[in-house]
């Protein structure tokens, strides 16, 4: 009798340490991630704080802006009344239209968001100039501080704008991350259930910037939209495709087996066989693109859950973009031109 007491209290005892520990354990997890849920809040929030807005752009750069203002990028700012966009937002469970422009889900690729002090965020506009050059706050009065089309040496200008976190035109491999990081859609669940495509099937850099989006007025002070020289065009789309690949190995790794993971992967090796394509196009030219190829193409990397090593391969696919960019100007790389598209994607605007 006194044994099953015994047994009994100190199965109850157990019980109890248990739902202790369970409890502190349930509290450490949710402190855990209430931290980095406001980890992503307070980065968001300092993301916001840097926009000024493109009426801060276009006193000089008027012909910019207008190009800008017949883009998609820009009529993005009516997304909210886009039947489509209606129909996802509500299967990921954004009741209204109007909260469209106010969920992270949808505002962190279509829109530009401000907030001035501790006053709600707001969106501002559509894809915009600090979109793809980033927040302005710090480096704008730097950028600013002389007339670079007179001539004068920018160098140490660019410096310290760049520093203080503006991405330059001739950054191709920086500004075109921006593309790629909405291009390619990096929330699953937003093509599982609300039915978004996993990607825009046909973005390729060179195509998007040689139409609607191409702006090159710097040398003509606004007068002219100029074609992007044939040198830069190399480059840009042997970038392009280096991007494309890791961003769809970081979407691969990702991913479950479902509609978003069989997109990834899908696009994982359609790209490594474009890639491939190239090094045997470059030849001695290849540069970083040939050690990258065979990093990803080791057998069995292309897989649901192999996480680590998609990871690692995605990230030596970025290393390689920038020393591909450092070591080239295009001069010697004419033997991809026939594959780059002969025409852009929508109309250039021209003054």
């Known amino acids: 009798m006194w044994d099953m007491k015994f047994r009994s209290d100190l199965f109850l005892r157990c019980l109890l340490r248990m739902s202790q520990l369970c409890a502190v354990g349930f509290a450490a997890s949710l402190s855990l991630w209430q931290g980095e849920a406001q980890d992503v809040e307070d980065q968001k929030r300092a993301q916001h704080q840097m926009i000024v807005g493109s009426k801060e752009c276009i006193e000089c750069h008027e012909s910019e802006v207008e ?12 997304l909210h009344k886009d039947e489509k966009a209606i129909e996802i937002a509500q299967k990921m469970g954004i009741t209204s239209p109007a909260m469209i422009q106010k969920s992270a889900l949808c505002t962190q690729c279509h829109f530009t968001v401000q907030q001035v002090g501790t006053a709600p965020a707001q969106v501002i506009s559509g ?21 670079r089309r007179e001539g004068e040496d920018s160098s140490a200008q660019i410096a310290s704008a760049t520093e203080k976190g503006m991405l330059y035109p001739h950054e191709i491999d920086k500004v075109a991350a921006n593309c790629f990081s909405c291009h390619i859609v990096t929330n699953e669940d937003l093509v599982n259930i609300g039915g978004h495509p996993a990607g825009s099937d046909d973005f390729e850099l060179v195509s998007w910037l040689k139409g609607e989006v191409r702006h090159n007025f710097f040398d003509s002070k606004g007068a002219k939209n100029a074609e992007t020289p044939i040198e830069r065009q190399r480059v840009q789309f042997v970038i392009g495709k280096m991007l494309e690949m890791e961003y769809s190995l970081r979407g691969l790794a990702r991913a479950s087996k479902s509609d978003y993971g069989n997109a990834m992967g899908r696009r994982c090796v359609s790209t490594r066989k474009q890639i491939e394509a190239l090094v045997e196009l470059l030849g001695d030219n290849a540069g970083a693109l040939g050690p990258m190829l065979e990093k990803i193409s080791v057998p069995g990397l292309l897989k649901f859950g ?9 990230d030596a696919v970025e290393a390689a973009a ?15 031109d026939p594959i780059i598209p002969d025409s852009g994607k929508g109309d250039v605007y021209q003054p």
Do not use: M, P
């Open 67 to 78: 190009a800008w203002h017949r883009t998609e990028h820009y009529f993005n700012k009516d």
């Open 127 to 147: 894809v915009s100039c600090e979109s793809c050059h980033g927040g302005a706050k710090d480096w704008l009065d730097i950028h600013n501080a002389k007339d």
């Open 306 to 314: 192999n996480t680590d090593a998609l990871q690692e391969a995605a």
């Open 322 to 336: 920038g020393e591909f960019e450092e070591a080239h100007d295009g001069s010697q790389l004419g033997s991809v």
